[in-house]
């Protein structure tokens, strides 16, 4: 078997994952095969076997990678600034990290579903799910304190919100809701989540 020189490794995977969510999330998660992606990439099925057992591990891979960046792009975002608008901070949070493509939110929860048979993504995908929760928490506090939004909510309940408001979205975009409302039922739940009167 040849060697693979360590600094080519972590950018042949990188572009292995790529391809992989780009595939799946045409086909499917269980519609895609090994040599599906391998086409995709134009290489062989053996060339992936170099860097991934199956393609179980391009999807604990993958979720390890697309939810450390989702996380640290929502830190970012809701840390930017605290005294920012909260229904701007509120309505960038969709428009960042919504994918419109129903392609994508269909992979998504296909991989959700796998969480329930996958321990190791499952441990992975609850452990960031508190992250992200204490990380909006910890946001809606410091803009109580500073009375940007209400003070009569519990901030983790409105996290919790948030995040449960996020993901119906994304159901309602597979199901066909348009971008538009998508969006205006957004701000409007964040009015009313964070208590902000025009």
């Not at 269980?30 to 999807?59: N, P, R, W």
């Not at 909006?136 to 009569?152: G, N, P, S, Y």
């Not at 979205?169 to 971008?179: P, Q, S, V």
């Amino acid at each position: 078997m040849p060697k693979v020189l360590p600094e080519y490794k972590e950018e042949a995977k990188k572009r292995i994952i790529e391809a992989s969510v780009k595939v799946m999330s045409e086909k499917g998660y269980s519609q895609t095969t090994m040599e599906d992606i391998a086409a995709y990439l134009g290489v062989s099925k053996g060339a992936l076997y170099l860097y991934f057992k199956s393609k179980d591990d391009i999807i604990v891979e993958s979720a390890k990678k697309m939810q450390s960046h989702l996380l640290q792009l929502r830190m970012m975002q809701m840390t930017a600034s605290p005294t920012k608008d909260p229904l701007d901070v509120w309505i960038k949070i969709l428009d960042n990290f919504m994918p419109f493509d129903s392609k994508i939110n269909t992979l998504y929860f296909e991989l959700v579903a796998i969480t329930q048979r996958d321990p190791e993504i499952n441990k992975l995908s609850a452990k960031n799910l508190e992250k992200e929760i204490e990380m909006i928490e910890h946001e809606i506090a410091l803009q109580q304190q500073m009375k940007l939004v209400r003070t009569d909510a519990d901030p983790r309940t409105i996290a919790v919100a948030l995040i449960s408001f996020f993901s119906g979205l994304r159901l309602m975009n597979i199901l066909g809701l348009d971008r538009d409302e998508i969006r205006k039922r957004w701000a409007e739940m964040g009015r009313i989540m964070l208590g902000i009167k025009d």
